[in-house]
Each structure stands twice: as structure tokens, then as C-alpha cells.
């Protein structure tokens, strides 16, 4: 059994999720900030590993502070590109480039365990190419995937609506209900947006 935190975005960033099995070493997800890296020693957890769900600044913040500290950063392998480019929506924003390196590259199937976690990679693209859902136990951290009541963005640099249509329904198509995790806005529960979501329907 594992624990949760939700780390609530500050100023232009995303929710960001703190995953512990032990209550001194998590796993971040999506570590959006240096208000991640103040949540963590508040709560006397010691960061040992990143999961990216994407590469999009607003998600991303807190990465190269954990990897100068030795803290390994995973992503898909079609993100990477993302991470270590001149992003075209940094500059939309007019945000200073940082520079990050993923040393994990995923694949849709992996299987690992971090900090004594057991975490599925799903590889979700459509809200960029890259972007992936990370399954554990009940819980799906979904990124900009999914959202209640809606779903990611598409008109992004490798943003492709019609692969997040069919990656949402990848999603909808796993048996049993989840607790879905997002990366902005309230979580909810796979059975409900298979019910309820206008955007794309199961």
C-alpha cells in the first residue's frame, strides 16, 4: 500500500503528486516547482526518483534541481527531445529555457519499482507525443491527458487529437474503475469520464 500526496500548483504550474510506500523516500510525479522540493522536506520525504507524464514546462520545474542532487528523471523516449530543445512553448511564454536531462526512457509496458512502488508505464500520446500514464494500484496519474469532464490540449507541438482520442479510450478500456489523477484541476474516477466526458465518449 502506498500514499499519496497532491502537491497544489503555485503561480503558472501543475498539480504535482508525491508517491510513498515507507513515509521517508517518494517517488514525484511531475514535479512542477521548487514548492514540490518544500512539500517534500515539510513532510520528511527524501525525493529518490521523477516520473515525467510530459514534457511541457508548466510540469517540469522542479527537475534539474533533483538531478543535480543525483535523483533520476524518466520519461518516454519520445519526450526526451522535449526536455533537451529549445521548446517552442517556453518562448510562447516567455519563460527562460531550462535545461533539463531525462537519464529513464520509458516504453509503453514498462514495469517499475521505485522507493518499493510498483508503477506500470501506458503510453498516452495525442496531448504531445511523448505523453504517458503511469498506473499504480488503483491510481492513474494521467498528465494532460484526461481531466474531469475534458480532456488535454492538442494544439502544442506534437499534439495530435486524434492519437489522445484513441488514448483516452486506451484508458477507458482497462477493467474495473480508478482514481484518476491530472495534472490540472480535480481528480476523478475513470468510471465516471467513461460516463460523462462530452470530448470523447467510450
Not at 187 to 193: A, N, P
Amino acid at each position: 500500500m502506498f500514499k499519496i500526496y497532491t502537491v497544489l500548483p503555485v503561480g503558472f504550474t501543475s498539480n504535482s503528486y508525491l508517491l510513498t510506500a515507507d513515509n521517508q523516500t517518494a517517488v514525484a510525479i511531475d514535479p512542477s516547482g521548487a514548492h514540490v522540493l518544500h512539500f517534500a522536506k515539510e513532510h520528511n520525504l527524501k525525493i529518490t526518483a521523477v516520473l515525467l507524464t510530459h514534457a511541457h514546462f508548466d510540469h517540469v520545474g522542479a527537475c534539474e534541481a533533483l538531478r543535480s542532487e543525483g535523483v533520476p528523471v524518466y520519461c518516454a523516449q519520445a519526450e526526451r527531445w522535449a526536455l533537451e530543445t529549445d521548446m517552442q512553448t517556453y518562448s510562447n511564454y516567455g519563460l527562460p529555457m531550462p535545461k533539463i536531462t531525462a537519464e529513464c526512457v520509458l516504453k509503453d509496458g514498462d514495469e517499475l519499482s521505485l522507493a518499493g512502488i510498483k508503477i506500470k508505464v501506458i503510453a498516452t500520446p495525442g496531448h504531445s507525443a511523448g505523453s504517458v500514464t503511469y498506473l499504480v494500484e488503483n491510481s492513474l496519474f494521467v498528465g494532460d491527458t484526461l481531466f474531469e469532464g475534458s480532456v488535454g490540449r492538442t494544439d502544442l507541438p506534437t499534439g495530435d487529437w486524434n492519437e489522445l482520442q484513441k488514448s483516452v479510450k486506451k484508458l477507458y478500456a482497462l477493467a474495473g474503475d480508478y482514481t484518476v489523477y491530472c495534472g490540472h484541476g480535480d481528480s476523478t474516477t475513470l468510471d465516471k469520464e467513461r460516463k460523462y466526458n462530452p470530448y470523447v465518449r467510450a
